[in-house]
């Protein structure tokens, strides 16, 4: 077998067992994405806390989890733990261990979007007399998901490849169900292009995604004024609609 | 008008305090300081307004002049020293923080308008939000101030296609939405091109002509001569001066007063 087969990886392509694949690494994207966030705005919130308890919790936190590799962790929950009597099912281990991780990074975007937004917004808040939570809710925290946005689809990109070191702990995504079929079939380059192409698939429709993100939620910026304008009556709607 | 009503009601409820409601002053400073680590900004300054009166505050920068004004709406917190606002006293209290905020609107020197919300939401956010005004409702009153300050038809444009002049001029309209009693500018104009100050300077003007309570820090010395009741002149955190305009710019008392008017006035 000296040669490259491309019929052969354009059927591992339309393999249902690697879509099957496709399909969790994609859930656990979405889910470590989400978790993260969640966590990491928590994390983010104590960081920024003024009690030097809780922002030193958060310090230590992002300070470990950033500073060990997603390997390792993944590898101490799934066979380590057990150890210690703690017992997690495959897929709950690599969410697990993909949350923590991400959310010391999401942890470290969040806090560097709102101490970008200008103590000024929040001055012009106090003095308008809005609450603190109409504060946070309408004017610091657009203003800052809008800073996030880039580091935010950087971190991503990155957490989707990163889904595929959960293979380790035999979690059947896409990288695992290759070495499945690779070691069944022996056609090594044959399935890497297939799970190659799925890969680029993923992070090139993220970009995308990110793009239109961006472009939504960067409409008031004074470089784009004249599409703004022609685009009122659409902000006039939404507005409408919110109340 | 019956959020103006409204309004006036809760004045008077946070006030009942003070008995005699014609004679509480609009603020009232006592002895109060205000330091930064080492810096002091304020440094035992006492001050009373009226009910109506217009203050110019000037003097030369780091003099504690926009401190002063910033203590007022508790943007920035004293450290000693006794502020009432209409009665109601600044003491850390989140009920009588509010109720002053309630009363006093503010425009920066930067603007500080929302850039992610058009004009029309600028202005609508605080009625709507924290005083529980219905949208059409709000939207009646900011245009009614948008109308005010002359730019009803950039309502539905984001603040950064706006000129500086005519971003202060929404941020003028955003503040008296929530129909402030007193009126606090810092140094509106001083972030503005040159051909823009007249604008703003002119919509002050208008307003000042309504009774509304004004504090202003301002080099506009153009504007003070003609708008002002009062002049207080500020240096190093201390009140060095106060006297009405034309006494102020013809017979300055203080030699630090007489070198800072000679060098802006050219």
């Not at chain 1, 993100?213 to 004249?226: D, P, Q, V």
């Not at chain 2, 100050?197 to 002050?204: A, I």
């Amino acid at each position: 077998m000296s040669h490259f087969s491309p019929t052969a990886a354009v059927n591992y392509f339309f393999n249902y067992f690697l879509m099957k694949g496709v399909l969790v690494t994609i859930g656990l994207t979405v889910a470590a994405v989400v978790g993260g966030l969640i966590l990491g705005m928590g994390i983010a919130l104590l960081r920024m806390s003024s009690n030097p308890v809780l922002s030193g919790a958060a310090r230590l936190y992002i300070w470990f989890f950033r500073g060990t590799p997603l390997l390792i962790q993944l590898v101490v929950i799934y066979s380590g733990l057990p150890q210690l009597g703690i017992k997690f099912s495959v897929i709950t281990c690599a969410l697990v261990g993909l949350i923590l991780n991400e959310a010391a990074y999401l942890a470290e975007i969040v806090r560097s979007g709102f101490m970008a937004v200008s103590a000024g917004q929040r001055e012009a808040a106090w003095a308008l007399s809005l609450s603190p939570w109409v504060t946070f809710r309408r004017v610091t925290l657009p203003q800052a998901f809008r800073l996030m946005i880039p580091p935010l689809g950087n971190s991503i990109n990155s957490l989707l490849k990163a889904t595929s070191l959960a293979s380790v702990i035999s979690v059947e995504e896409l990288m695992r169900r290759s070495d499945m079929l690779m070691q069944e079939h022996f056609q090594i380059l044959e399935v890497y292009a297939a799970a190659t192409a799925y890969y680029l698939i993923l992070t090139s429709v993220w970009d995308a995604i990110q793009r239109r993100l961006e472009k939504h939620f960067g409409r008031s910026s004074a470089a784009k004024s004249r599409r703004v304008v022609a685009r009122a009556p659409v902000v006039q709607a939404s507005v409408e609609a919110r109340a | 008008m019956s959020e103006m009503s409204m309004n006036t009601a809760g004045g008077v409820e946070g006030a009942t305090a003070q008995p005699q409601l014609r004679e509480v002053p609009a603020v009232r400073m006592e002895a109060v300081y205000k330091h930064y680590g080492d810096f002091t900004a304020l440094n035992e300054v006492d001050l009373k307004v009226a009910k109506g009166e217009k203050i110019v505050v000037c003097g030369p920068s780091g003099s504690g002049k926009s401190t002063l004004i910033r203590c007022i709406n508790h943007i920035e917190k004293h450290d000693e020293g006794l502020i009432y606002v209409n009665g109601i006293e600044l003491d850390n209290q989140r009920k009588n923080i509010d109720a002053v905020r309630r009363d006093t609107g503010m425009v920066f020197q930067s603007f500080n308008l929302f850039p992610h919300m058009t004009v029309l939401e600028n202005c609508t956010l605080a009625p709507m939000t924290a005083n529980g005004m219905s949208e059409a409702e709000a939207k009646d009153l900011a245009m009614h101030f948008l109308t005010k300050v002359r730019i009803p038809d950039q309502a539905e444009k984001f603040p950064g296609q706006l000129s500086g002049g005519q971003q202060q001029r929404v941020a003028i309209a955003r503040a008296l939405c929530m129909r402030p009693k007193i009126m606090l500018f810092d140094e509106p104009t001083s972030a503005l091109d040159p051909e823009m100050v007249k604008e703003v300077l002119e919509t002050m003007k208008k307003l000042a002509e309504e009774g509304i309570t004004m504090l202003c820090v301002t080099h506009e010395m153009g504007f003070a001569r003609e708008v002002a009741d009062r002049i207080v002149f500020m240096n190093e955190g201390k009140v060095v001066e106060q006297a009405a305009p034309q006494e102020f710019f013809s017979n300055p008392k203080s030699e630090r007063a007489r070198t800072f008017l000679d060098q802006i006035i050219h």
